[in-house]
């Protein structure tokens, strides 16, 4: 199965930004009805979704993080990238990115197919 | 937001047994409901989505049913593969979020 690609620092000070890039194989980051979202997961807790990102730019965030979040992309090079500013100790998890399939009919199709394998951001001074 | 309570948090259950765990919606969200299944190290694995549908390739013994506010995963015969963290998500209203997870462990 052909998987998402997360890249980036594996470790960020505190109060500086964590920037990830997510690879999407076979150049579909355009693709109508597909959604490009980040999740993350601090060791041994759940699942929190931070925010999503459409082909023209459209983004929709987490409301407890949607001050210091930005999702944007690239479609030239088939990435989106995940910008958190003024992390602290709390913001180290493992980040996944994903694709939100939202296909709208009698019956909409919505849900998360693929995922990245996560990379684990550490904040540390 | 739309909050997600899934029961049980911890589950302790043996091979063949009939498991269901609940996701109740602290609002409607139709039938926008996706439950995953996450082994440890990996990410998470759609096992049903849109309340009922059985994702390509996921085993028949899993089944999801419910719409509203109360949704339920059931697992008829489980398998020692089976054994793993299971999450339920909203995909009716932005914010996206996600149950807190079960964890299903080996009796």
């Known amino acids: 199965q052909v998987l998402l690609q997360e890249s980036g620092p594996g470790l960020v000070r505190p109060s500086q930004t964590l920037a990830l890039t997510c690879t999407v194989p076979g150049g579909s980051i355009s693709t109508d009805n597909y959604y490009w979202t980040w999740i993350r997961q601090p060791a041994g807790k759940g699942l929190e979704w931070i925010g999503r990102v459409y082909a023209t730019g459209d983004t929709k965030y987490s409301s407890s993080l949607k001050s210091r979040v930005i999702i944007s992309v690239d479609s030239s090079k088939n990435q989106f990238s995940l910008k958190l500013s003024s992390v602290t100790a709390a913001d180290t998890a493992v980040y996944y990115c994903?694709?939100?399939?939202?296909?709208?009919?009698?019956?909409?199709?919505?849900?998360?197919?693929?995922w990245g394998r996560g990379i684990l951001v550490t904040v540390s001074s | 937001d739309i909050q997600l309570t899934q029961s049980p948090s911890f589950l302790s259950a043996s091979v063949g047994d009939r498991v269901t765990i609940t996701c109740r919606a602290s609002q409607d969200i139709s039938s926008y409901l996706t439950w995953y299944q996450q082994k440890p190290g990996t990410a998470p694995k759609v096992l049903i989505y849109?309340?009922?549908t059985l994702q390509s390739g996921v085993p028949s013994r899993f089944s999801g049913s419910g719409a509203g506010t109360e949704f339920t995963l059931t697992i008829s015969s489980l398998q020692p593969e089976d054994f793993a963290t299971y999450y339920c998500?909203?995909?009716?209203?932005?914010?996206?979020?996600f149950g807190q997870g079960t964890r299903l462990e080996i009796k």
């Open positions: 998500q909203q995909l009716d209203t932005y914010p996206v979020t």
């Open positions: 994903a694709r939100f399939v939202a296909v709208p009919g009698p019956r909409d199709i919505r849900y998360f197919d693929l």
């Open positions: 849109t309340a009922s």
